[in-house]
């Protein structure tokens, strides 16, 4: 297995991504972040709704460390979702 760096904009680090992974496949299972990041976005604008200018970092740590924890179950859960909802034509190489 090899990785590579991919990202690392807007002065944030690049993540580490498993080489020959195909880009439709981590966005179908990218789901669950796609989502936090969306009410991560909503929350950020109400805050500066009611009060006038950008959370700190601190506070912005705090909101996305709030509600966002998994239920150990629910990792079972995902599991089994994941291996029926991936799109058609991707199948895992045999071991």
């Known amino acids: 297995m090899a990785f590579e760096?991919?990202?690392g904009l807007d002065g944030k680090r690049?993540?580490?991504e498993v080489?020959?992974?195909d880009e439709r496949l981590m966005t179908e299972f990218s789901q669950r972040r796609?989502?936090?990041e969306d009410r991560f976005d909503d929350l950020r604008a109400?805050?500066?709704l009611e009060?006038?200018?950008e959370p700190s970092k601190a506070t912005q740590h705090q909101a996305g460390a709030a509600g966002h924890a998994r239920h150990p179950r629910a990792q079972g859960r995902a599991w089994r979702a994941w291996g029926r909802s991936g799109p058609s034509g991707f199948h895992a190489p045999p071991r």
């Open 34 to 36: 796609n989502a936090i």
């Open 5 to 7: 760096e991919r990202g």
């Open 19 to 21: 080489v020959g992974v």
């Open 46 to 48: 109400q805050y500066r």
């Open 51 to 53: 009060h006038g200018h």
């Open 14 to 16: 690049p993540i580490r």
